[in-house]
């Protein structure tokens, strides 16, 4: 299985899809992060896909690159402790990452399986949280995400949209796992449920955003090829 070493970084793929990797400037990183806190930052791809006809939604080509390919040209370089929660071809998302995690069962349990599983695994005191289907994050929402980052008053975020919760966009404290490993234990499946429980802070953002767009469906897809 390949593997990018905390000291590696994923640049791109070549028309050949061979994946081109450069040494992470950990004083560029730095640079580029406005926040002083160091984060993780767990990618979820461990759904079954039954919208896209049962595809990796991970894998799925857009513009010649993968999703996951243009979530890691964002994040890679603001983090070097990218998480992907994936249920099936590891090798295939390990050169994007950090680490590959996979939940504990294989039915597929949803993701607050695989938030569990990072919040576990994080090495970082905050764990920023996006679904594989949204490829058009930028930059500029990653850093005011992590600007929510606070030592002093450790509360979860968690991006609405216009009224809507976006509870896919969320950024943890890993302090809480416990409180999360309680949830589950006594049945509960909603992250958003649990983050409300915990005062949640809200990021706010337009209801329009394109970059909140989550690509369930190839009518989806097509629409969004073709802007």
Known sequence: ?????????????????????????????????????????????????????????????????????????????????????????????????????????????????????????????????????APCIDLALVQHMATFISDTNPRPAMVRQGTQWQPMFSLIPTALLPAFEAAWQSGERSLMTILKQHDVIAIDCDENDPRLQNVNTPQQLHILHHN
Not at 9 to 29: H, K, S, T, Y
Not at 53 to 58: E, M, S, Y
Not at 74 to 99: E, F, G, H, W
Not at 108 to 129: D, E, N, S, Y
Request: charged content about 15%; proline content about 8%; some cysteine.
């Open 1 to 133: 299985m390949l593997s990018i070493k905390s000291s590696m970084a994923f640049i791109g793929l070549d028309g050949e899809n061979n994946i081109f990797l450069r040494p992470v400037d950990e004083q560029a990183v730095n640079d580029m992060n406005p926040i002083s806190a160091p984060f993780s930052v767990l990618v979820l791809a461990g759904g079954q896909g039954s919208r896209m006809g049962g595809q990796d939604k991970g894998l799925v080509l857009l513009h010649g690159k993968p999703f996951i390919a243009h979530l890691a040209e964002i994040v890679r370089p603001l983090t070097d402790d990218l998480l992907i929660s994936c249920n099936r071809n590891q090798p295939m998302y390990a050169p994007y990452c950090n680490k590959t995690l996979c939940d504990d069962t294989q039915d597929f349990p949803g993701p607050l399986a695989g938030i569990l599983k990072g919040l576990q695994t994080a090495r970082h005191q905050w764990l920023m949280v996006f679904p594989c289907d």
